[in-house]
Nanobody
C-alpha cells in the first residue's frame, strides 16, 4: 500500500527555517517526480515545488524561489523541502505528493497521483 508521510512541520518565527521530510513506501520511489503543495486556510491547494527522479530539475513557484530547496535521496525513499527565510504568509498545511511520471509537470493538482496526509507549518512571532 502506498504511503507518503510528511514530518518536520511546526511553529517558527519569521525569518526562521524548517526542513520538511517526506518518507515514501509502497511504490518505486525513484520512478516518480515528487511535488510539494501547500494549503492555507480558506485558500486553494497551491503547488510550490517539484523535483524530478534524478534531481536534475527542480521547479518552484515564484513566491518560494530563492528561499525553498527541494531534494531527494532515492536510496532512502525520502524527499525533503528546506524552507528558509520563512514569512507569515508561508503558514499552511504542507503536502508531499507522488507525481504521475518521472518528470515534473505543471503545479496543477492533476499532476499528482497520490498525496501525503500533510504537516502544519505556522510562521508567527
Amino acid at each position: 500500500q502506498l504511503h507518503l508521510v510528511e514530518s518536520g512541520g511546526g511553529l517558527v518565527q519569521p525569518g526562521g527555517s524548517l526542513r520538511l521530510s517526506c518518507a515514501a513506501s509502497g511504490f518505486t520511489f525513484w520512478h516518480y517526480a515528487i511535488y510539494w503543495f501547500r494549503q492555507a486556510p480558506g485558500k486553494e491547494r497551491e503547488g510550490i515545488s517539484c523535483i524530478d527522479i534524478l534531481s536534475s530539475r527542480t521547479n518552484y513557484t515564484d513566491s518560494v524561489k530563492g528561499r525553498f530547496t527541494a531534494s531527494r535521496n532515492n536510496a532512502k525513499n525520502t524527499a525533503w523541502l528546506q524552507m528558509n527565510s520563512l514569512k507569515p504568509e508561508d503558514t499552511a498545511v504542507y503536502y508531499c505528493a507522488k507525481g504521475q511520471s518521472a518528470a515534473c509537470s505543471t503545479f496543477a493538482v492533476e499532476s499528482v497521483a497520490s498525496w501525503g496526509q500533510g504537516t502544519q507549518v505556522t510562521v508567527s512571532s
